[in-house]
């Protein structure tokens, strides 16, 4: 197995647990436990590679002309992240298993929950920064489905657009971050961007590049000012919330701190912000972590601290505080976890997580109890367990920190009154959920929950405990290798649980005893802040989106006239206010390239031109003639191709103007065939002034383009069309080879918007008049027979010059497309002489799936080439002799344009056949031949 099976096995593995939405959620919980296994194994199969110091990479070209290819890497701080994303993963899905409840949608939750578990390992791994961007915006659509899982809550829903919208901006300021540093470093692979830290660092952009980064950053882990968001992310349900807040989500953001640590730390600037912005994070969290009463609440804004406390550390950015960080890191993850799934099965037994009405559970509940109070002894940095050795190197750090001057001894101070608030809460934790008096009814009779669902928690309690008395044998192999990623040399981690008598050892006693303080005086706390209970994160957030939205409605009323001519005008002005000052710069216009002489055809063929067009614009309120003139200039641009030696285009643009021409006469039929005088002397004296700087403008440029000489990429293509492509008519070797990604992007377009006009005239009853011009009755209007005979006669002959034109395409000016519209006009033929039943009653083919095959066909076309390894839409041609035809010449670009040919006839015929049939719906009777 290669790395990138690391991310894929759940990526296309969300789609099983969909699939089998009819089966037992035992067979749900299986399949996606089996998905996530098999990542595991993968991760140890290049394990021991990353421990030695390697970095096992892979790199597949994606869009290798972006700079953006699907390049992974597991080095230190990537093994690290993926380990926790999969292990914890395991966890979150058995406990989930027993969590969710028999009216919850499981297939949807795994499918979701596997969808982010790939994005984050997407981010941690990714080699290529925008790669990296890709799953960072994957992971806020894929969190947004998860909080706002239960939909029917507005809860979930308010706190789900809470997270979007905040992280989804810190997203696009992070996007912006990484094409500054891509731009300044000449690649976006990590490898080059690393190389290019002090060019990065010495850079003018360096300042906004950094504060780009640290927004996406700072949005994503909860970081302030951007705290508000995580805690109302507690709507999700509960294995959503230990999964989000100890492994995945808002550890994204410490990741990212971590990842550009060698090329953005060790200036001024980003100590300063990165290490303050931590450490009020810190404190803000820890206080109102031990004011909330909700358990998630509590543990929600815990986590915002502790991510504060990783930020800090990351931001003195010393060795020493970086292994602080990285250990913290797994340790946050072991013991969150642990008390989110706890606090989830106190709510599932007992109906309830308001820890005003939860006491007296330790009878009722002993095994929950035990191993909450592991955890939380852990989370409050308690010896022997993992939290308390974090908690000690962080106040060692801040301590030996002297980088705020004379002001450097308020780092050890707040880091104290941090740590001491961490103890508060944890004590809280436990004492007012387990004991605190006699337990008191509740909704449900606590007991502890099944053993299984227990499992997860007693395994992490265990953590908590084996990393705490053998850090070195467990963990330090790791954090090694992980922090020699974040520093970019190596470093040596000795952790011990025991490290003398000292200065740490003392801010850490005074941080237990100014806890239990702290939370004996907790009333005095809800006291004092209950003068700001009137201010809640969502409903500011919710009351700031209503206005940003009436202010858009008024700026939107403002500039929606519902006028075109002024949209028209303030959009040509524009574009002459922002052309002229350059154009006016420019000393001469005519180029060297020599200029060709008039002759007389084309000077008539230009007059026409001309006067045609003139016409279109002062007979437009007689509708019908001035779609005649703009058919002239429709014709005179297919002459003028033709005479500059552009048979296919010339081909075409007739076709195309036949159809579009017989489309407009039939939206004609439901508008009056003429018009009111629409603009007053002063408008059409301005539309003329803009129209002539237009097409000066326009004129001008083409002029000075035509007349410079040009590098084309035309020889290229002459030259590789036979030997590349195995044809001679290069424009179609270029449609349906050299360009044929290209061509299927517009066939699918077509194909879109057809079927959006398809269900757009379905819904369509427009006015219809009752008669003719000349007050005729329509229902009385019979079919010509002349024109009947001749669409009659037409019909075959269209077909076979279709045919003929499909098949010589390669080699001679014709093709798929052209075919395709000489067919749909003999078709649109018989419509207009027989009428829509007649045709139907003869011909009933439905056009959308005829559509669709052909796109399916030149997709899979295009498929077909990977069997044989070689990339999309490569073609094949080979020579064929035939017993009556001799040699032919065969090419898999026709299956491609036969899936073009089939496209343009569903796609033109679906909406023509839609509008004849819109000319009967409402007809009393029908009268045809």
Not at 296 to 315: E, P
Not at 438 to 461: F, G, I, N, Q, T
Not at 589 to 618: C, Y
Not at 854 to 879: C, R
């Amino acid at each position: 197995m290669n790395l990138l099976f690391i991310i894929m096995a759940p990526l296309f593995g969300a789609l099983l647990p969909l699939v089998l939405k009819q089966a037992p959620r035992s067979v749900k919980t299986l399949v996606t436990l089996l998905i996530t296994i098999a990542s595991i194994l993968t991760v140890l199969q290049y394990a021991p590679q990353t421990l030695a110091g390697e970095i096992p990479k892979q790199l597949v070209e994606w869009l290798p002309g972006l700079g953006l290819d699907f390049a992974v890497r597991l080095d230190g701080l990537s093994l690290l992240f993926v380990g926790l994303i999969l292990g914890i993963g395991v966890l979150i899905i058995i406990y989930a298993h027993y969590y969710l409840s028999e009216a919850d949608d499981d297939a949807r939750f795994y499918g979701c929950l596997l969808l982010f578990m790939a994005s984050m390992l997407g981010i941690v791994m990714a080699d290529n920064i925008l790669l990296m961007w890709a799953f960072w915006e994957l992971t806020s659509i894929s969190s947004f489905l998860l909080i706002g899982y239960w939909f029917h809550s507005s809860d979930a829903r308010r706190g789900a657009r809470m997270a979007l919208a905040t992280t989804g901006a810190g997203g696009l300021a992070l996007l912006a971050g990484l094409l500054i540093i891509g731009n300044i470093a000449g690649s976006y692979q990590f490898d080059q961007v690393l190389a290019a830290a002090d060019q990065i660092k010495a850079h003018a952009y360096y300042t906004p590049a950094l504060i780009l980064v640290l927004l996406g950053a700072f949005t994503k882990s909860a970081q302030f000012p951007f705290q508000f968001w995580l805690p109302h992310a507690m709507a999700a349900p509960t294995p959503v919330s230990a999964y989000l807040h100890s492994a995945t989500m808002v550890k994204a953001g410490i990741f990212l701190l971590a990842r550009f640590h060698p090329v953005m730390a060790g200036t001024e600037l980003w100590f300063t912000i990165v290490t303050v912005v931590g450490l009020i994070t810190m404190l803000i969290g820890a206080y109102f972590a031990l004011l909330k009463h909700d358990l998630k609440g509590l543990l929600a804004f815990s986590t915002v601290s502790h991510l504060g406390l990783i930020c800090m550390m990351l931001g003195i950015g010393t060795q020493g505080a970086v292994v602080t960080a990285m250990f913290h890191i797994i340790n946050h993850a072991c013991f969150k976890a642990g008390l989110f799934m706890t606090a989830g099965i106190i709510d599932h037994e007992s109906g309830t997580r308001d820890m005003r009405k939860l006491q007296g559970l330790m009878g009722l509940m002993p095994l929950t109890a035990t191993l909450a109070m592991v955890v939380a002894a852990s989370m409050a940095g308690i010896p022997p367990f993992n939290g308390f050795m974090s908690k000690e190197l962080f106040l060692d750090q801040a301590v030996q920190q002297h980088l705020f001057g004379g002001l450097s001894w308020f780092v050890p101070i707040l880091a104290t009154v941090g740590a001491a608030l961490s103890v508060a809460y944890s004590i809280r934790f436990i004492h007012d959920v387990f004991f605190n008096g006699d337990y008191k009814e509740l909704p449900k009779k606590p007991h502890d929950p099944p053993r299984m669902m227990s499992a997860p928690v007693a395994l992490l309690a265990g953590l908590c405990v084996i990393i705490g008395l053998a850090p070195m044998a467990t963990v330090s192999g790791i954090i090694n290798q992980a922090a020699s990623a974040v520093t970019a040399i190596p470093v040596e981690v000795k952790l011990s649980l025991w490290h003398g008598f000292n200065v740490p050892l003392l801010m850490s006693l005074v941080a237990v005893v100014g806890g239990i303080v702290i939370y004996s005086a907790r009333d005095q706390l809800f006291t004092f802040n209950r003068q700001f209970d009137g201010q809640d994160a969502k409903h500011n957030f919710e009351r700031i989106v209503q206005r940003i939205n009436d202010a858009c409605a008024r700026f939107f009323d403002w500039l929606d006239t519902g006028s075109l001519q002024r949209y028209m005008a303030f959009v040509l002005i524009s574009v002459i206010v922002i052309l002229l000052p350059t154009l006016m710069e420019i000393s001469a216009v005519t180029g060297s390239n020599p200029q060709l002489p008039i002759d007389m055809v084309s000077m008539v063929g230009a007059l026409v031109l001309i006067a045609a067009a003139f016409g279109t614009a002062t007979l437009h309120r007689n509708r019908f003639v001035m779609l005649m003139m703009l058919s002239v200039v429709g014709l005179m641009v297919s002459l003028s191709f033709a005479h500059f030696s552009a048979p296919d285009l010339a081909m075409t643009q007739l076709v195309v103007e036949v159809v579009s021409i017989v489309l407009m006469i039939l939206a004609l039929f439901f508008m009056p065939q003429k018009t009111a005088r629409a603009s007053s002397g002063h408008r059409v004296f301005r539309d003329i002034i803009i129209a002539s700087f237009i097409g000066g403008i326009v004129a001008t440029l083409n002029f000075a383009i035509l007349t410079s000489p040009l590098e084309s990429i035309s020889d290229f293509f002459i030259a590789n069309a036979k030997t590349g492509g195995g044809g001679t008519n290069v424009v179609n070797v270029i449609l349906v080879d050299f360009r044929g990604f290209d061509t299927l992007g517009e066939i699918t377009v077509l194909a879109i918007a057809a079927a959006g006009i398809h269900k757009l005239l379905n819904k369509l009853k427009p006015f219809m008049p009752s008669s003719d011009v000349d007050g005729r009755p329509w229902h009385r209007i019979k079919h010509p027979l002349m024109l009947t005979n001749v669409a009659n006669l037409i019909l075959p002959m269209a077909m076979m010059v279709a045919v003929y034109i499909f098949l010589r395409g390669h080699n001679l000016p014709g093709g798929g497309f052209i075919a395709g519209l000489i067919a749909a006009s003999a078709m649109i033929l018989q419509y207009i002489a027989n009428g829509v039943d007649w045709v139907k009653d003869r011909f009933n083919v439905n056009y959308q799936s005829l559509m669709s095959i052909g796109v399916m066909i030149a997709a899979l076309t295009g498929v077909g080439s990977w069997i044989f390894s070689k990339p999309f839409l490569t073609s094949w041609f080979t020579y064929l002799n035939w017993p009556v035809v001799g040699k032919w010449e065969f090419a898999t670009a026709l299956l491609f344009d036969l899936g073009v040919f089939l496209t343009v006839i569903g796609a033109t015929m679906m909406i023509l056949s839609n509008f004849g049939k819109m000319t009967t719906r409402h007809r009393p009777t029908y009268e045809g031949n």
